[in-house]
C-alpha cells in the first residue's frame, strides 16, 4: 500500500502529524457547534479542512473513530487541568471539590456546545457508544482519584455514588454550555453537589491531617 504523502495537499499548510490532527478535530467541533452532527462525514471534514479524504482517513479510520477522539480529547483537558491543581492543593474535602468542579466545568466550556450534541451522537453509533461510556468510567475514576485522600475506607455503595455526580456534573455542564447558566453558578451548584453527597464519607480532618 503506497504510503500516504500529506505534504502534498494543493493550498494547505505542511503540519506535521500530530498539528493536522489538532485541525482536524479544530474543525470538527466547529461543524458541529453549527450543523447537524449527522453530517459529519469524514469526507466533509476533509473538505472543511482543505485536505483530502486520504489524510482524514489516515488519522480516524472512520466516523466513529473522528467521534471517539472528539470525545477523548474532552476528558484529557479535564485531566491536566485537574491533576496539576490537586497536587499542590490542601487536602480537604472542600477544596479537592473546588478544584475538581472548576475544572470539569472548564473543560465543558472549552469543549463547548458541541459536547451534547457529540454525546447524543455517540450514543446512536455501537463503537462511538462504548468508548463513550468508558469515558464515563474514567471520569468517575478520575473523580475517586481525587477525593481519595480525604476519604474513608469506601463503603460498596461509594463507587454507585460517584458515577452519579458524574452523571449530574455532565448535566450542571450541559446547561452552561448551553447558557442556561452561568460559569460561576454552574462551579458552585457541582461544588456544593460533590460536598454534600462525599461528607458523610470524608476523614476527620486530624486524620487527614496526619496522612500528609
Not at 35 to 61: C, M, Q, W
Not at 117 to 123: C, D, H, K, P, Y
Not at 135 to 146: M, N
Not at 171 to 177: G, L, S, V
Request: aromatic fraction near 4%; glycine fraction near 2%; include cysteine.
Amino acid at each position: 500500500m503506497q504510503a500516504i504523502d500529506h505534504s502534498t495537499e494543493a493550498g494547505s499548510k505542511r503540519l506535521s502529524k500530530a498539528e493536522r490532527r489538532r485541525q482536524l478535530l479544530a474543525v470538527a467541533k466547529t461543524f458541529i457547534a453549527s450543523e447537524p452532527v449527522e453530517d459529519l462525514t469524514l469526507a466533509v471534514l476533509a473538505e472543511r479542512a482543505g485536505v483530502s479524504k486520504p489524510i482524514a482517513y489516515d488519522h480516524f479510520g472512520s466516523r466513529s473513530g473522528l467521534l471517539i477522539a472528539l470525545l477523548d480529547e474532552t476528558s484529557q483537558y479535564y485531566e491536566l487541568d485537574a491533576e496539576a491543581k490537586l497536587a499542590a492543593a490542601p487536602q480537604t474535602l472542600q477544596a479537592i471539590a473546588e478544584i475538581v468542579a472548576a475544572a470539569y466545568v472548564q473543560c465543558a466550556i472549552a469543549a463547548g456546545p458541541a459536547m451534547s450534541i457529540l454525546a447524543a451522537a455517540a450514543e446512536a453509533d455501537s463503537e462511538a457508544r462504548a468508548a463513550g461510556r468508558a469515558l464515563q468510567r474514567d471520569h468517575a475514576a478520575s473523580f475517586k482519584r481525587a477525593f481519595t485522600p480525604v476519604l474513608s475506607d469506601a463503603p460498596d455503595h461509594l463507587d454507585p455514588l460517584i458515577k452519579a455526580l458524574v452523571a449530574a456534573a455532565n448535566a450542571i455542564c450541559d446547561d452552561r454550555t448551553q447558557d442556561k447558566i452561568t460559569t460561576k453558578v454552574a462551579t458552585q451548584t457541582l461544588t456544593h453537589l460533590l460536598v454534600t453527597s462525599l461528607q458523610p464519607f470524608a476523614l476527620d480532618p486530624a486524620q487527614t491531617r496526619r496522612a500528609e
